[in-house]
Nanobody, 119 residues
Framework: VQLVESGGGLVQPGGSLRLSCAASGFTFSSYAMGWFRQAPGKEREFVASINWSGGNKLYTDTMKGRFTISRDNVRNTVYLQMNSLKPEDTAVYYC?????????????WGQGTQVTVSS
């Protein structure tokens, strides 16, 4: 199993980024996927999760409405569209295989992609 995140970078407050997570080594369309983030000195926190078909999504309340999770089961990729970014969104963003808001419910993780929101 391999998960590779991309799309991070430096963005100004109010800007947007789209993160991608390319999956390989398993039947992607059979698994739920999720995004977490970890800021310096803080625990990894849940961002969003999507079920195998894309028909069911879960978001943490503070990001709902600004972030959108989606997936492409042909490209074996899960996305996180992030809009209206704030400095407090600065973190390393990780995708994982699993469902829900608990870190322990995910069995594989990518290496992470850095998102920095700063003027």
């Amino acid at each position: 199993v391999q998960l590779v995140e991309s799309g991070g970078g430096l963005v100004q407050p109010g800007g947007s980024l789209r993160l991608s997570c390319a999956a390989s080594g398993f039947t992607f369309s059979s698994y739920a996927m999720g995004w977490f983030r970890q800021a310096p000195g803080k625990e990894r926190e849940f961002v969003a999760s999507i079920n195998w078909s894309g028909g069911n999504k879960l978001y943490t309340d503070t990001m709902k409405g600004r972030f959108t999770i989606s997936r492409d089961n042909v490209r074996n990729t899960v996305y996180l569209q992030m809009n209206s970014l704030k400095p407090e969104d600065t973190a390393v963003y990780y995708c994982g295989r699993g469902w829900g808001a608990r870190h322990g419910d995910y069995d594989y993780w990518g290496q992470g992609t850095q998102v920095t929101v700063s003027s």
